[in-house]
């Protein structure tokens, strides 16, 4: 009996607090996640870069060999210079000499790796002005462009995500539930194909040093705005029509980042991701809404009608793959 009692009371306390434990777990498994990265890239990476420290050691101790005039701490002087302009990517070697970083295409390149976060690092500003500037530019411009993704995401997803879906709902009868799952599969299947495979391809050609894999790998890392900086496109000394293909490249990225948006939104407005990301969620209090509500409402009967009816359009605006219209005249257009 007491057991039994036992086991109801913890089932009930673990109910009340469902969403807490939810929490609770999903911090638990992102920490195990970062552990579990850390560990796979430790020892993947580590023996690789063994191997270059002891490489690059021996080719010190070569050259300083073959050249008794210099000394350890001059070869250094200048190695240490030359990485410095290197981080700011100037370059040593006299094959770059002719590709500036600042020219306009590069800096339009750099403006649009800034502001969609991206960020390379493999240009970076050299002066005080020119730093003091990029923080200024940010500020203003990352929020702007948060805002016009948003405003150009809004307006694709419609014709490319809701009419699709409610067309195949009204005009076949299909289930929305499954026509909203298996379209976001296509979308994803196409943007894959358009942003991440032909691309891959074309820059494995067009850029002497990218295989496919490392190719694919630079456009993961762009549209995902993680933007390493290891693979930079159009930085060969020998690259034809640099200027053009620079402008060419900040074009993909931004439609990539656009795409890469719709395809994320699509997966989110489905019904059954939305189950799942609300296990996280805190409840809200129901008391402290009634509250509010008759607060604010002044318990006039027309202004609580009148919100229950806003309640109930903004319920229908705000559900995936359904508009204001009813399904006769949705029927009727779609006939048209």
Not at 208 to 229: A, K, M, P, R, V
Request: glycine share 6%; proline share 2%.
């Amino acid at each position: 009996m007491l057991q039994s009692l036992a086991g109801s009371s913890c089932v009930r306390l673990v109910e009340q607090h469902r969403s807490a434990w939810c929490f609770a777990l999903l911090v638990l498994g992102y920490l195990l996640y970062l552990v579990f990265g850390a560990v796979v890239f430790s020892s993947v990476e580590l023996p690789y870069e063994d191997l270059l420290r002891q490489e690059l050691s021996k080719l010190k101790q070569r050259f300083l060999e073959e050249h008794a005039c210099l000394s350890e701490q001059q070869l250094e002087q200048f190695l240490m210079r030359v990485l410095e302009a290197s981080n700011y990517g100037v370059s040593v070697l006299s094959n770059a000499s002719g590709n500036w970083n600042w020219d306009f295409t590069s800096s339009l390149f750099f403006a649009s790796t800034v502001l969609s976060t991206t960020g390379y690092g493999h240009t970076v500003p050299l002066s005080d002005g020119g730093k003091a500037f990029c923080v200024i530019y940010s500020v203003i411009g990352i929020p702007f462009t948060l805002l016009f993704l948003t405003a150009v995401v809004q307006r694709i997803i419609v014709y490319v995500t809701r009419r699709p879906v409610l067309y195949f709902h009204i005009r076949w009868g299909f289930s929305k539930q499954v026509v909203a799952i298996i379209h976001a599969i296509v979308l994803g299947f196409i943007t894959v194909s358009l942003f991440f495979l032909i691309p891959a391809a074309i820059f494995s050609v067009l850029e002497d040093n990218w295989n496919f894999l490392e190719s694919f790998y630079f456009c993961f890392i762009s549209l995902s705005t993680i933007g390493l900086g290891d693979y930079v496109p159009g930085e060969g000394y020998n690259q034809k029509f640099r200027e053009l293909y620079k402008i060419g490249i900040t074009c993909y990225l931004l439609l990539g980042l656009i795409a890469m948006l719709v395809v994320l939104e699509t997966f989110c407005e489905l019904h059954e991701l939305k189950k799942f990301r609300k296990l996280f969620y805190v409840k809200k209090d129901k008391e402290e809404d009634q509250v509010h509500i008759m607060e604010h409402d002044q318990l006039s009967f027309s202004s609580i009608s009148d919100q229950a009816a806003s309640m109930k359009d903004d319920q229908k605006a705000n559900e995936p793959f359904v508009t204001s219209q009813s399904p006769t005249s949705n029927d009727s257009s779609l006939n048209n």
